[in-house]
């Protein structure tokens, strides 16, 4: 217990999270859910928060992505030493499951930043002697299996995470639930406010809500209605037991099937969407809840490519405690800018040529797409009119990195990747395209620094926030992107990107991308390079002062923690 003795006495709020990218090698991540929650634990470190985070082991991680012959997603597990870099704590804790007892045992991650701080990171474990072998598996693969297995995960990560830190010393204030995976944790304190029938008034309720809503606050994430966790009771039942009367549990969680989201809303005191789009949108899929937007970030420090940060250092040495010193960042030399711009983009089409022997070129514009692989992101949109395309590249030419993964159940999305390698194929000789397999941090920090363009084309309103963008504007390189998200608020046309503008809006927006690209974007780069790289130094100004993790968490916590 040596080693969480520094943190104990002083942490007051919880944050839980299903994933959440610590590093590289830590495969306890599946995409952005998880990456903003690793952002959120460094500028909570970068800061000294009195913070813990709680997550899953995830010994088999989510999918290792490899592509057949002909383009399409082979999912493999995509297992990580916990040995290597975590350490059991001395506790464990029991929760019932299907009657069973369940022993859970957290493993501590520390969490340290640059500047001596540091957060820990508890990840729950149930491969342990003590469980039923199918028990043992609980924590094995992020998102694996039947809805049987997600609610046991949901109960490993809600209750027993709260248990944990129960068992460990913690005293805590404040939960925070990162999106509706950790509701039962809610659920679990409601249980524990339960009065004795003798002193209910007529028509009273048995549990405290108010007791709760004090307590928890829940960040909601997925805009999508499938995105939401469901479960039918009778499986609530098999699997949880008689924990709360079914009506009562009905009232706060949906009465049809237990919804986690509309769970967390109920029993959470303060309410947030990831952006003010996002929030406006859940108001509308959830009427009747007081729901906030507080604007995710990213870490600078850690997105930053080291060219341009050793810029940064020489130039405001704190820059990474205090990102919004970044303003200034408009004032760095063109040619410093321009030049730490292309170290990047040099590596990226290194790692182009060893990863799938493609030759790209350091001076041609290159656009970069990467993210979750779903129909509604339409990552294809840019592969709507190939002839276009063709036609834009032979008079400007222009060359593309695609990366993503899709859910190993989401079959659009798999077919969405097989599509790629087709359109590659037609596309050959003129429009230089891969798809990158296996993308990951590192290799997401390679496309946001190293890509010219940052193309990203959501169907809207469904995206969420979309972080990739702010990472990409970190390093100078420009959001050509539609209206929807975070890009609301970071877009100035001209200035820190583009807009994709389609009419109409949806239908329209491939016609307006093909526009735009051939019309103001590309002629920009070849004709213009001065007014180029001042979009680039104004995007690294307005957007990563502004949108960055240390601002989300100061906001977090005198808005949300401090309430």
């Known amino acids: 217990m040596k080693a969480l003795e520094p943190f104990l006495y002083h942490t007051t709020v919880a944050y839980f999270s299903m994933e959440i990218a610590l590093r590289p090698d830590i495969h306890t991540y599946s995409g952005g859910l998880g990456v903003l929650a690793g952002d959120t634990a460094r500028s909570a470190a ?41 350490h059991p704590l001395p506790a464990m804790v029991a929760i019932s499951i299907e009657g069973r007892s369940v022993w859970i045992q957290p493993r501590l991650y520390r969490l340290a930043c640059p500047i001596g701080h540091a957060v820990p990171v508890l990840l729950l474990d149930t491969d342990l002697d003590q469980n039923a072998a199918e028990d043992r598996k609980i924590t094995d693969r992020l ?8 609610l046991k995960q949901d109960i490993v990560l809600g209750i027993g995470g709260l248990l944990a830190l129960r068992a460990l010393g913690f005293s805590i204030r404040t939960y925070h639930l990162n999106e509706g995976h950790a509701a039962l944790l809610a659920l679990q304190l409601l249980r524990e406010t339960r009065r004795p029938t003798d002193d209910l008034a007529p028509g009273g309720s048995l549990y405290d809500r108010g007791v709760v809503r004090e307590k928890c606050v829940f960040t909601t994430h997925t805009p999508v209605e499938a995105g939401f966790d469901k479960f039918d009771y009778a499986l609530i039942d098999r699997v949880l037991g008689d924990y709360l009367e079914v009506d009562e549990l009905k009232q706060l969680a949906g009465q049809d099937r237990l919804n986690m989201t509309q769970l967390a809303l109920n029993l959470s005191g303060y309410v947030n969407g990831v952006a003010r789009r996002h929030a406006e949108t859940t108001r509308k899929m959830f009427p009747g809840y007081q729901i906030r937007s507080i604007t995710n970030g990213v870490h600078a420090h850690t997105w930053t490519h080291r060219a ?10 704190h820059w990474a405690h205090e990102p919004e010193i970044l303003a200034f960042a408009d004032q760095l030399a063109d040619e410093d800018v321009w030049n730490a711009h292309q170290v990047a983009k040099s590596e990226l089409v290194e790692h182009v040529r060893n990863a799938t022997g493609t030759l790209m070129h350091a001076d041609v514009p290159l656009i970069g797409l990467a993210r979750r692989m779903t129909a509604y992101k339409r990552p294809d949109l840019l592969f709507s009119d190939l002839e276009r395309l063709m036609t834009i590249a032979q008079d400007q030419p222009f060359q593309v990195v695609l990366a993503g993964l899709a859910h190993p159940r989401d079959e659009p999305g798999h077919r969405l990747i097989e599509s790629f390698h087709r359109h590659i194929e037609r596309l050959a000789g003129v429009v230089p395209v891969v798809f990158l397999p296996g993308y990951d941090m590192k290799l997401g920090a390679a496309m946001v620094s190293g890509s010219d363009i940052w193309l990203n084309t959501p ?48 239908a329209g927006d491939a016609s307006a991308l093909f526009d735009k690209l051939q019309s103001v974007v590309l002629p920009l780069y070849y004709n213009d390079r001065a007014r180029w790289i001042w979009m680039m130094k104004q995007s690294i100004s307005k957007i990563g002062a502004t949108f960055n993790s240390q601002r989300m968490m100061r906001r977090y916590a005198t808005e949300a923690y401090m309430r």
Do not use: C
């Open 308 to 317: 341009l940060a050793e810029l940064h250092v020489a130039r405001f040495p």
């Open 46 to 86: 970068d800061l000294n928060l009195p913070m813990v985070f709680v997550t899953l082991l995830s010994r088999e991680g989510y999918v290792r992505q490899e592509l057949s012959a002909g383009g399409a997603q082979i999912d493999k597990p995509n297992p990580w030493t916990p040995t290597d870099s975590t």
């Open 143 to 150: 998102y694996g299996g039947d809805d049987a297995y997600r």
């Open 459 to 506: 169907l809207p309103p469904l995206e969420a926030s979309g972080t990739s963008g702010m990472k990409a504007a970190l390093n100078g390189v420009l959001n050509f992107s539609v209206l929807d998200g975070w890009w609301i608020e970071g877009w100035v046309e001209g200035v820190t990107g583009w807009a994709i503008e389609g009419h109409p809006p949806g």
